[in-house]
């Protein structure tokens, strides 16, 4: 509880006492000025290829519809990490490390894309691998599965099989997927921050000494790189590990393939 004190007692002030654009520019690294939002529009035009990449060299491919609600649920999680990411990375840099001093805000934000795109995602993976088999046997939650799959491939004997999902199936169907997988990621993301929280300057100082072994004194680099450079490689990673979780089992499309149409009615 020692560790939580600086943020329960500064919490409060949050509000305050940052001004976020003015606060980071003091430092010059300003995650949120031109060249900080003109990088966030870059990475995400990168993130995007990444995902459409995905799509089209996977096999077999997924119907668009279902590909795109799959990323789609990736995007939200997303950009709640996105935020997420800058609002603790500011409170770290004014709050945490030492009080009355503003730190850099580029090393806290590498430090929380590497632990979001590396350890984040694959405790996402396993809670999520944890909670498919739950949310299937207790809510009827299928990861993946809009109802569109057995529309393909029995579509030509639709009337010896049960009724298509309409509209408003397939999107509830969605959103109690959504529902669950940021339910995940907000409750992997609090406990990543809490142990960050212990380890918050012992990981400031290996940043800090990393970005000086790198030549990355100036802080227009640091942003480049802690916002651009290394989040293209490692959101590259994230999208395309997470599309692997997040999409229906190859195993159960082949399976439903293969069943006979008996079964499958």
Same mark, same amino acid.
């Given at each position: 509880?020692?560790?939580?004190? &600086?943020?329960?007692?500064?919490?409060?002030?949050?509000?305050?006492?940052?001004?976020?654009?003015?606060?980071?520019?003091?430092?010059?690294?300003?995650?949120?000025?031109?060249?900080?939002?003109?990088?966030?529009?870059?990475?995400?035009?990168?993130?995007?290829?990444?995902?459409?990449?995905?799509?089209?060299?996977?096999?077999?491919?997924?119907?668009?519809?279902?590909?795109?609600?799959?990323?789609?649920?990736?995007?939200?999680?997303?950009?709640?990490?996105?935020?997420?990411?800058?609002?603790?990375?500011?409170?770290?840099?004014?709050?945490?490390?030492?009080?009355?001093?503003?730190?850099?805000?580029?090393?806290?934000?590498?430090?929380?894309?590497?632990?979001?795109?590396?350890?984040?995602?694959?405790?996402?993976?396993?809670?999520?691998?944890?909670?498919?088999?739950?949310?299937?046997?207790?809510?009827?939650?299928?990861?993946?599965?809009?109802?569109?799959?057995?529309?393909?491939?029995?579509?030509?004997?639709?009337?010896?099989?049960?009724?298509?999902?309409? #509209?408003?199936?397939?999107?509830?169907?969605?959103?109690?997927?959504?529902?669950?997988?940021?339910?995940?990621?907000?409750?992997?993301?609090? #406990?990543?921050?809490?142990?960050?929280?212990?380890?918050?300057?012992?990981?400031?100082?290996?940043?800090?000494?990393?970005?000086?072994?790198?030549?990355?004194?100036?802080?227009?680099?640091?942003?480049?790189?802690?916002?651009?450079?290394? &989040?293209?490689?490692?959101?590259?990673?994230?999208?395309?590990?997470?599309?692997?979780?997040?999409?229906?089992?190859?195993?159960?499309?082949?399976?439903?393939?293969?069943?006979?149409?008996?079964?499958?009615?």
């Amino acid at each position: 509880m020692r560790a939580l004190r &600086p943020l329960i007692l500064n919490f409060a002030a949050f509000g305050k006492r940052v001004s976020v654009h003015a606060a980071c520019s003091e430092r010059g690294c300003d995650l949120l000025g031109w060249l900080g939002l003109a990088v966030q529009v870059a990475i995400f035009f990168w993130c995007s290829l990444v995902m459409l990449g995905c799509w089209l060299t996977e096999t077999p491919r997924r119907p668009f519809l279902t590909w795109a609600l799959d990323g789609s649920k990736q995007v939200a999680a997303a950009i709640y990490g996105k935020f997420y990411n800058i609002l603790q990375t500011v409170y770290f840099a004014n709050f945490l490390v030492t009080p009355n001093q503003i730190e850099d805000p580029c090393v806290f934000y590498f430090m929380l894309i590497v632990t979001d795109c590396f350890f984040t995602t694959f405790l996402c993976w396993g809670a999520n691998s944890m909670m498919r088999p739950i949310l299937l046997r207790n809510w009827g939650i299928d990861i993946g599965d809009y109802g569109d799959d057995k529309e393909r491939h029995f579509g030509a004997q639709r009337d010896l099989c049960e009724p298509p999902k309409s #509209i408003q199936s397939k999107v509830s169907a969605y959103l109690e997927q959504l529902a669950a997988w940021l339910a995940i990621v907000a409750m992997v993301r609090f #406990i990543v921050s809490i142990i960050l929280l212990y380890f918050h300057v012992e990981f400031y100082v290996l940043v800090e000494s990393l970005f000086r072994l790198m030549g990355l004194a100036d802080p227009s680099l640091r942003l480049i790189f802690s916002v651009l450079i290394f &989040p293209a490689a490692a959101d590259a990673f994230q999208i395309i590990v997470q599309d692997y979780f997040l999409k229906k089992k190859q195993s159960d499309i082949r399976g439903e393939e293969k069943a006979p149409l008996a079964e499958a009615c």
